[in-house]
């Protein structure tokens, strides 16, 4: 620990000026003295309630020290190490530096992170790079998971990490077939749920809900034809409101003044 304290303070200082995003450190500030935490360590959570799932606070520092000790390793490619709130390690890295730490987290040995349970991604258009691109990650040695993060464009290709898991193929085919994210270095990158021929990428936001054709099975020609989405209704109108708002429009008595009462 006493050499790697040196690497992980360096880091903290690279993190604090290039990147702006500062780790958990809370300041109280007296008359006298300004006490400063210690930002390698987390705060303990604790709950009240009996209902609430327990934290592991042991678990969590060490996880989150073991996220700072890649980030030391790899500082040029690792941005930022959080801890989500259930309790899960997340890596947040540059695009170049997808493999290179993906490589790390397989390979080294106090990661030894051998499987790629998922891949997926995320569309947010109102980002300059709208996709964020996830992969969890699972070391059978420690019996821990991680989650490692990146971001890219519609433009911008990643590295594939077939060559660290060979499971991960289906996976990036997938993110391609949905997104439109694009790998390189991946020995068979077409589409795997979607039809041949098919345009776009169903996922991302801004892919029509009808999507752009649609299929039929034309008696005459005895083949499936591909054809242009068509509406059979120019106009189509719902009626949303609850049956007693609009009852009234079929019982003339609904909208009757109440009757008299009656005399004793």
Same mark, same amino acid.
């Given at each position: 620990?006493?050499t790697l !304290?040196?690497? @992980?303070c360096?880091?903290?200082?690279? =993190?604090?000026?290039?990147?702006a995003?500062?780790?958990h450190k %809370?300041?109280t500030?007296?008359k006298?003295?300004?006490?400063k935490?210690n930002p390698? +360590?987390?705060?303990?959570i604790?709950?009240?309630? =009996?209902? #609430?799932?327990?934290?592991d606070?042991?678990r969590?520092? /060490?996880l989150?020290e073991f996220?700072?000790?890649?980030?030391? *390793? &790899?500082?040029?490619?690792?941005?930022? @190490?959080?801890?989500?709130?259930?309790?899960? #390690?997340e +890596?947040?890295?540059?695009?170049?530096?997808?493999?290179p730490?993906?490589s790390?987290?397989?390979?080294?040995? /106090? $990661? *030894?992170?051998?499987?790629?349970? %998922? $891949?997926t991604?995320i569309?947010?258009?109102?980002?300059?790079y709208?996709?964020e691109?996830?992969?969890? @990650?699972?070391?059978?040695r420690?019996?821990?998971r991680?989650?490692?993060?990146?971001y890219t464009?519609?433009?911008?290709?990643?590295?594939?990490?077939y060559?660290?898991? /060979?499971?991960?193929?289906? =996976?990036?085919?997938? @993110?391609?077939d949905m997104?439109g994210?694009?790998?390189?270095?991946?020995p068979?990158?077409?589409?795997i749920?979607t039809?041949?021929g098919?345009k776009?990428?169903? #996922?991302r936001?801004?892919?029509? !809900?009808?999507?752009?054709t649609?299929?039929r099975y034309?008696?005459?020609?005895?083949?499936?034809?591909?054809?242009?989405?068509?509406? $059979?209704?120019?106009m189509r109108? =719902?009626? &949303?409101?609850s049956?007693?708002?609009y009852?009234?429009?079929?019982?003339k008595?609904y909208? $009757?003044?109440?009757p008299p009462?009656?005399?004793?």
């Open positions: 620990m006493n !304290l040196p690497k @992980i360096k880091f903290l200082r690279l =993190y604090d000026n290039n990147f995003r500062k780790f %809370s300041f500030f007296n006298d003295s300004v006490e935490v390698l +360590i987390l705060e303990p604790e709950y009240e309630s =009996y209902t #609430l799932r327990r934290h606070n042991d969590r520092q /060490n989150y996220g700072l000790y890649v980030g030391a *390793c &790899l500082p040029k490619f690792v941005q930022k @190490i959080q801890m989500q709130h259930t309790d899960e #390690l +890596i947040l890295v540059a695009p170049e530096g997808l493999f730490v993906l790390f987290m397989c390979n080294h040995q /106090n $990661a *030894c992170f051998g499987q790629c349970s %998922s $891949a991604a569309d947010v258009p109102s980002r300059t709208r996709f691109v996830v992969y969890d @990650i699972l070391s059978f420690f019996g821990e991680a989650r490692v993060k990146t464009d519609e433009v911008t290709p990643l590295h594939s990490a060559d660290v898991w /060979n499971g991960v193929n289906w =996976y990036e085919r997938e @993110i391609y997104f994210v694009i790998f390189t270095h991946h068979d990158l077409r589409r749920l039809d041949y098919f776009g990428h169903p #996922l936001k801004d892919f029509p !809900l009808v999507g752009y649609e299929v034309d008696d005459g020609l005895k083949k499936l034809v591909y054809e242009p989405v068509e509406f $059979a209704q120019e109108s =719902y009626q &949303l409101e049956p007693w708002n009852y009234k429009n079929f019982d008595d909208s $009757a003044p109440p009462p009656k005399k004793k």
